[in-house]
């Protein structure tokens, strides 16, 4: 079954009607040394065939995958209840684009209203804009406005942030010729607070914190507060929002701009993406702002709607004025995500925030004390935590691959100095037998 979307004599037709001899004359403009003479392609199948191949490699990889997973990093395994997808699965979710006009786009509107709200009570902040692409191009696009809040020229980016996210802020920033300062962990793995108060200076533009960091470890948001809020620069908080049902948000702080990945929000793993991104920050600072922000209005009628309130980007305003060229809101994964906090609640959320705290401390107990094995830090974690052995870590985790477990990430891939030491994580999907079975695992191996 092949599908031809245009018959020769329908291409004829249309080459007939501006004056084209052939396919080929379009590109006669195009130097013969710039023009591709084919490409080499396998020979093409049919849709059945197709099928099958997807569904082979479908079967092998499930044949393949580990049994219990501990892997984390920035993209989590959560339950998501069933009708975060029931509702993103209505067409009129599903096939809504940009809410150009509102009075056709009501629900689309009400949907991203109801997103940036929750994301200021998660955050506490006064405004969030209508979403990102995800937690590394957020967290980019707040050290760029930074910047336009203050004209500094260097950024302190601790070394303890996502190693994605800091090559996505380093590409972003490459042509501003900022200065980025690296800010070492101490033992704790928090951040180095006698080096950020080293290198803060009047021409800083931003102090970075990612809450808890790549290591898992939880910083002192209020300590760096106190060093930041005094100066000029901006205090920038990355975050896993599902840590927020426990712990106090950035906002009580005095952070100027809160990113993170609303992943965890609803949003299954699904390799990599979509996810979605979102970006909160003070009243003060909202025309710095990227992005879209939807705001709530009365029509001539008195009634209630939705509008598109404010567009800094570039094809809304002169291109010099635009903060940000990014183009997309990513509502459906946002609409997922306001879901899936609308479904939990306060409560629920403070629920699902506690059961990950309790699995995962359960792990770190289950594993500190096996001989051979320690934690590398000892500060507080959420949800992830990170275990030093006397092995490789990429020993340790391919044997117990072998036992059908994903034990976690080799850091050494980041950081040399931490080729013995694997990050793992343990949300509320994993069950105490989850984690005996992963420390009766490890006391194998070892």
Same mark, same amino acid.
Do not use: C, N, W, Y
């Given at each position: 079954m092949n599908y031809t979307p245009h018959t020769d004599e329908d291409?004829?037709?249309?080459?007939?009607?501006?004056g084209v001899g052939s396919t080929d004359d379009l590109f006669a403009p195009i130097p013969d040394g710039l023009r591709l003479k084919g490409l080499d392609l396998a020979p093409g199948v049919s849709e059945m065939e197709a099928i099958g191949m997807v569904q082979d490699l479908a079967a092998r990889v499930r044949e393949n995958a580990p049994d219990l997973s501990f892997i984390g990093a920035g993209a989590y395994e959560h339950f998501t209840p069933s009708v975060v997808d029931a509702m993103i699965s209505r067409s009129e979710f599903y096939t809504a684009y940009t809410p150009y006009q509102p009075e056709v786009s009501q629900g689309t509107l009400r949907a991203i209203f109801e997103f940036q709200t929750m994301i200021c009570e998660l955050t506490g902040m006064e405004v969030a804009n209508a979403s990102m692409y995800d937690g590394s191009s957020a967290l980019a696009e707040a050290v760029m406005m930074s910047v336009r809040m203050n004209n500094g020229s260097r950024v302190l980016l601790?070394?303890?942030v996502h190693p994605f996210y800091r090559q996505v802020v380093e590409t972003y920033v490459s042509g501003m010729g900022l200065e980025m300062v690296e800010i070492p962990w101490t033992e704790a793995g928090t951040l180095d607070l006698e080096r950020v108060k080293a290198e803060l200076n009047e021409d800083t533009a931003a102090v970075v914190v990612q809450n808890p960091n790549f290591l898992g470890v939880l910083e002192p948001l209020d300590a760096i507060g106190e060093i930041v809020n005094p100066s000029s620069a901006a205090y920038v908080a990355a975050v896993n929002p599902i840590s927020l049902g426990v712990i106090r948000p950035p906002g009580d702080f005095g952070a100027d701009i809160v990113v993170g990945d609303g992943q965890p929000l609803g949003l299954s793993l699904s390799f990599g993406g979509p996810y979605v991104g979102f970006f909160a920050t003070r009243m003060a600072h909202v025309r710095k702002m990227p992005g879209r922000i939807c705001g709530q209005t009365t029509d001539v009628?008195?009634?209630?709607?939705? =509008?598109?309130? @404010?567009?800094?980007r570039e094809q809304h305003i002169r291109r010099e004025r635009a903060t940000s060229n990014i183009c997309t809101n990513q509502t459906l994964c946002a609409t997922a995500a306001t879901v899936y906090m609308a479904s939990l609640g306060p409560q629920g959320f403070h629920e699902v925030g506690m059961l990950n705290w309790n699995r995962s401390?359960?792990?770190?107990?289950?594993?500190?004390g096996l001989e051979g094995v320690r934690l590398a830090f000892s500060g507080q974690s959420f949800n992830e935590f990170v275990v030093e052995t006397d092995r490789k870590a990429s020993e340790v985790l391919s044997a117990l691959n072998e036992q059908g477990i994903a034990a976690g990430v080799d850091?050494?891939?980041f950081y040399p100095e931490l080729d013995r030491c694997i990050l793992t994580c343990v949300t509320e999907t994993k069950s105490e037998a989850d =984690?005996?079975? @992963?420390a009766a695992a490890w006391?194998?191996?070892l």
């Open positions: 291409i004829q037709k249309m080459l007939d009607v501006i601790p070394k303890s009628d008195g009634k209630r709607g939705f =509008v598109l309130t @404010l567009q800094t401390h359960r792990a770190i107990q289950a594993l500190d850091l050494g891939r =984690v005996d079975r @992963l006391r194998e191996v």
